[in-house]
């Protein structure tokens, strides 16, 4: 295997595996109530903006003219704000693999509005495919198969959520398909977070003010750390790598990563636990997405994974 393979596959196991632990993260960082679900999401947004934005410094230089701003702007409510923002609300309410379960979707809902929008074909393979990972989705949404010791205060609504947060994320492919290419990932993100931002802060400033945070522990901050530094910044420009040295098919396939480690994370911290029918659901998502991720045409092969 070559020197550029082996960095690829690095680089896409890394980005997955701290996505995958990012859920259990969460929810430990969420645990006391300290750190509201919104604020967690301004720290994630407004952090990465700042990461890039330094980051852009040291890159070559790219002009965006006024009217790409503004199209990033809108390209940031739909791959950042609303995407982040659900996943962390969505991951408050649900368990850590139930949330990584639903991410791994992505690809099909890709796929289903580029039929819709750009009028894209689909096969009958890709149908399948969009059919039997959706009835995955719904039977880990209505099963309510979790406890309350499980740490899920409602996971179909969390579950719903999350499934928002993907929707939103593909339909920013889908719009800003061709857009996105105009410039590196380090322009699009630090212009992308930045306005998310923006559009947060006077939505979330109530929560900001009623912060009390003294009473946020060193561990919290870690868990803080863990999300922007690491889940968010490190592990964009992982998939940037990754992409850049592997097939679009096999960049897909490294989704199947993050419910793994979010499970067993989970499991181990007594967040999370498996049963029969989150299994089922499991073979269902998991064959809906082989089978669109195989047969998807390299229209819609654009950066398919977020988090």
Known sequence: MSDFKIKG??????ANVTWGLMAPIVKLVLASGVIAPLLLVDFRMAGAAVLFWITSIFMPKEHVPLQDILRLFGAGMLGVLFNQGCFIVGVSLTTPSEACLVTTTMPMWVMLLA?????????????????IGASGALILMLGNTLSSDAGAANPPLGDFIILMAQLSYALYLTLYRDFI?????????KWMFLSASI???????????????????????????AVVVGATYIAYICIMIGQKNLRPTI?????????VVATSVGIWLGLDRFTLLKGIAVV????????VTVSRSKATDCSLQTE
């Open 181 to 189: 290419r105009k410039y590196s990932l380090v322009t699009l993100m």
């Open 251 to 259: 960049v897909g396939m490294y989704n199947y990563v993050q419910p």
């Open 9 to 14: 596959h690095l680089a896409m196991m890394g």
């Open 115 to 131: 039929w819709l929008i750009l009028r894209e074909p689909i096969s009958l393979k890709k149908a399948g495919g969009i059919v």
């Open 199 to 225: 559009v947060a802060l006077p939505l979330t400033s109530p929560v900001i003010a009623s912060t009390n945070w003294v009473n946020i522990s060193v561990t919290e901050w870690f868990g803080v750390a």
């Open 284 to 291: 269902l998502i998991f064959s809906g997405v082989w089978l």
